[in-house]
């Protein structure tokens, strides 16, 4: 219980020796072991899966502070549900699903905080541009500033490419819901990348 | 919105980065989570058992921290219990009604473990005997530095599990008595 007041010294090192050709395996065993509470296997899983998981909050929420939060908060919820894991879909499949219900829970939890990150999103220096190729950063910005749920729709759909089906269900909303909200987020990207002479 | 312009931004969205590492290591908050006292499988209303207590002793747990004035004197509790040590800073103290709530939970709690399983006795000692070592810990810490909003905020967090833990443990035996019934 002393994590509580410090955080512990990381020592996952020894699980992180396997080459990508063994990757797959490597992932299954860190998740058997995790499953019997093994914490440095789940953050070896932490560590493979990060950048993919903070990937799609920032891209989701557009800001640095909330995709940092929703991070963390996805990978907990990841260590209670580990148990429910039973490897129908793949372990980042089911991450990002984790990853998505939480960033959704969050904004419905409060809609001040929605708005704030809305306004953050408008206001704040793009994070994501560092990211992108040159040519890519006015697309990056112009998603930051979609409304949220043509947001999420354009970023699950044409970024990560899941299906209406899948980006719908994902979303709690229909998939002909998904292709109007995707609709409409083409429509706002569009104006606002004409205005800036986009070329993709 | 023409169809070439469509396609453009197709293609440009397909290329965007979908793996982006954080400017910082999550890693450590993430540690502090899940070291700390362990939701337990036992069945989903539980979960919803600690949210209503939160509800119930809406009093109690918004009292938890009672802001005191400086001309007030620091309020000392009943030694009786693990929080007696308990201490939030100068300005700050467990709400009476939190007491209440505890001391009422506590008192049934050797009568609520006889009932269940073995097994299940042992998961209720386990996380009410962490949730107690954090308590000490925390107590021990906020001896060193009694204003320390991070360590208050932990102290609270523990007793709120506490009281949760004791709730859920009522929620336990009240099961098992209708299965009984049946």
Known sequence: MAALLTANASDYSQYMVSTSRDAVADEAAWIGQAQRSDRRAFEALYRLHVDKIYGLCLRMTGNVSEAEDCTQDAFIQAWNKLGKFRGDSAFATWLHRIAVNTVLGRMRKSKREQDRIEVLADTAPAPLASNDAGDLRDLSEAINRLPARARHVFVLHAVYGYSHDEAGHMLGIAAGTSKAQLHRARRLLSQQLTQQGFEA | ?182
């Open chain 2, 1 to 182: 919105m023409t169809e070439f312009e469509d396609d453009k931004l197709t293609q440009a969205a397909k290329r965007l980065t979908t793996e982006i590492r954080p400017e910082r290591d999550l890693w450590p908050g993430i540690a502090n989570a899940i070291d700390a006292p362990r939701r337990s499988g036992w069945m989903p209303t539980f979960a919803q058992a600690a949210a209503i207590v939160l509800l119930v002793g809406a009093s109690s747990a918004v009292t938890y921290v009672t802001v005191k004035g400086q001309q007030q004197p620091f309020r000392q509790v009943s030694p009786d219990l693990i929080f007696e040590q308990a201490s939030f800073g100068s300005r700050y103290n467990l709400g009476p009604g939190f007491q209440d709530a505890r001391s009422a939970l506590t008192a049934q709690l050797d009568v609520e473990l006889e009932r269940l399983s073995p097994e299940s006795r042992a998961e209720v000692e386990r996380n009410l005997e962490l949730v107690h070592t954090a308590i000490f810990e925390i107590n021990q810490a906020l001896e060193q530095n009694p204003d320390n909003a991070l360590l208050q905020a932990k102290l609270l967090m523990a007793y709120r599990e506490e009281l949760s833990v004791l709730r859920r443990v009522g929620g336990l035996t009240r099961n098992v008595m209708m299965r009984n019934d049946i």
